[in-house]
């Protein structure tokens, strides 16, 4: 079987993984591919890829994709798998990611996940049960009210909604954790039955062997400092005109890469509906915050290892250091 085929047959869920990997994750801009690339090599592993975003062809700059250097050094799997137009889930890459360990381990090498996307991070370490497909126009109309209560209101309501029907799942979920709890209302709605019922058992389960998961930490002003750095450097390297051929050449995109930070600020912006300037600065704020969302993700899960990163260490100093952990 071929990276991303989807031929095993995961009826009840997928499980935690297996064997032992390592993953090295952070927030957006904290140095994730350098470091990786450098602990592949000390490692002698390949790399699959941990972010959701980069599963898709054609979206390059702004998710920060391995280069072609990086790449021709280390194997690199689970990149540019489908067209941006195309929806692939967390149950797609799970599977995806399965596979891709079992033929690297199968040919005597080590694995190492590198990327920010946590959820994917706790299905790998979790498992995941597996919910009905999702049911988009609920998921639009329950957005709408969201948007027409307004702000602290809406979710307010809508984590309310969940505590109803669902106090287990409301308990976990914070109430800005809109993307998830819509997901919990919907499973209810379809099934009649709590999301956390199905969840429980793959919640208590733990990935089997001795993983070593790390985390790259920044001091907030520094991380902040290095998001704005990095978005000047996207648009420098051709973001908009990256997003111009991508409309061209796909039309819309699917629902899940127009959302991506980066290209969904310039989607709109080729669109006419917002100024450069304030293209720009809406990029950088909502990656921001898209970081602080990450962090709060990595201290949520016991694995983790928060690794304190500063200027003074160097790419390659980093992974001799995560080389030398316990």
């Known amino acids: 079987m071929t990276e991303g085929s989807h031929q095993t047959?995961?009826?009840?869920?997928?499980?935690?993984?297996g064997p032992s990997c390592w993953f090295l994750t952070g927030p957006t801009a904290s140095g994730k591919t350098r470091?990786?690339?450098e602990l592949a090599g000390l490692l002698g592993a390949e790399i699959i890829s941990l972010d959701s975003m980069a599963l898709y062809r054609d979206m390059n700059i702004a998710t920060a994709k391995p280069s072609a250097e990086d790449r021709?050094?280390?194997p690199h799997h689970l990149l540019d798998l489908v067209d941006p137009t195309e929806e692939f889930s967390l149950a797609d890459y799970l599977q995806a990611a399965h596979q891709a360990v079992s033929q690297i381990q199968a040919a005597g090498h080590a694995v190492l996940f590198v990327g920010g996307t946590p959820l994917y991070l706790k299905g790998l370490l979790h498992g995941i049960s597996q919910g009905p497909p999702p049911d988009w126009d609920f998921r639009e109309q329950v957005r709408q009210e969201v948007e027409q209560l307004g702000g602290q209101q809406g979710r307010e309501v809508l984590?309310?909604?969940?505590?109803?029907?669902?106090?287990?799942?409301a308990h976990?979920?914070?109430?800005?954790d809109i993307r998830r709890i819509i997901r919990a209302l919907e499973v209810y709605k379809i099934t009649g039955q709590p999301i956390s019922h199905s969840q429980v058992h793959f919640e208590e389960q733990q990935s089997a062997g001795r993983h070593k998961v790390m985390a790259l930490g920044w001091p907030r002003e520094r991380l902040h400092e290095r998001i704005e750095a990095r978005v000047?450097?996207?648009f420098i390297d051709g973001l908009e005109d990256e997003v111009r051929g991508l409309l061209e050449r796909y039309g819309e995109l699917g629902r899940t890469?127009?959302?991506a930070v980066g290209y969904r600020e310039l989607i709109a912006y080729l669109g006419e509906q917002v100024p450069r300037d304030e293209t720009v600065e809406q990029v950088k704020r909502r990656t921001r915050q898209f970081a602080r969302r990450q962090e709060t993700w990595f201290r949520s899960l016991q694995e983790c290892h928060q690794v304190d990163q500063s200027d003074d260490i160097?790419?390659?100093d980093m992974a001799r250091q995560l080389l030398e952990m316990d």
């Open 257 to 259: 890469a127009s959302q």
């Open 9 to 17: 047959d995961y009826a009840d869920g997928i499980p935690p993984l």
């Open 72 to 74: 021709q050094r280390i």
């Open 159 to 169: 984590h309310q909604r969940l505590a109803d029907v669902d106090p287990l799942s």
């Open 172 to 176: 976990k979920l914070h109430r800005n």
């Open 232 to 234: 000047d450097q996207m």
């Open 35 to 37: 470091v990786g690339v």
């Open 314 to 316: 160097q790419p390659a």
